[in-house]
């Protein structure tokens, strides 16, 4: 692969229940070219894994995708965000429960907001209950403790709900 300049790097930042999962569904796309998962939405300064899991920071377990918009689009990112978890579950994906679980699109740009309100009406759609992904303007967004990154590829045979 040739050497690609900042400036043709995009980012995306998804939200779909626990991020190991959420993570290894985009990391090995072809165009994405890395991953992090980390905390974002809420109020809380640098959070930890802790302090998420008590549901009073507002923060929700995400995954942050650099990626080649030339090799892969944010259309393409988001069929597989929609794909890979449970839309229409509040709060929570598979045993999985409390606010830092939410399925959430966080856009980077007004380009993005537009294709993730218009994707979420063509997945709505095709679903008999109502979706309640929430669509929010990126925000700090704060890397998880390393233990969390690329966390499949540490730990092989480790299950979640995305692949189950």
């Known amino acids: ?9 995009d980012k995306a930042t998804f939200a779909a229940g626990c991020f190991w999962g959420v993570e290894a569904a985009f990391a090995e796309m072809g165009g994405v070219i890395s991953t992090q998962v980390g905390y974002t939405g809420g109020k809380t300064k640098n959070p930890t894994y802790q302090e998420v899991c008590t549901a009073t920071t507002g923060h929700a377990e995400a995954v942050e995708i650099i990626f080649d918009p030339i090799r892969i689009s944010f259309e393409k990112l ?11 579950q509040m709060n929570a994906q598979g045993p999985d429960e409390g606010t830092q679980y939410r399925s ?7 380009q993005q907001q537009k294709e993730a309100e218009k994707l ?8 008999s209950k109502p979706i309640v992904t929430e669509i929010a303007k990126a925000s ?11 966390y499949f ?12």
């Open 140 to 150: 700090t967004f704060y890397r998880a403790e390393e233990y969390h990154q690329q």
């Open 104 to 110: 959430a699109i966080f856009y980077h740009s007004k």
């Open 120 to 127: 979420k009406q063509e997945w709505q759609k095709k679903l």
């Open 78 to 88: 988001l069929n597989i965000f929609w794909e890979c978890h449970d839309s229409t």
């Open 1 to 9: 692969m040739g050497t690609l300049s900042k400036d043709k790097m």
């Open 153 to 164: 590829k540490k730990n092989k045979g480790v299950m979640c709900h995305v692949w189950e």
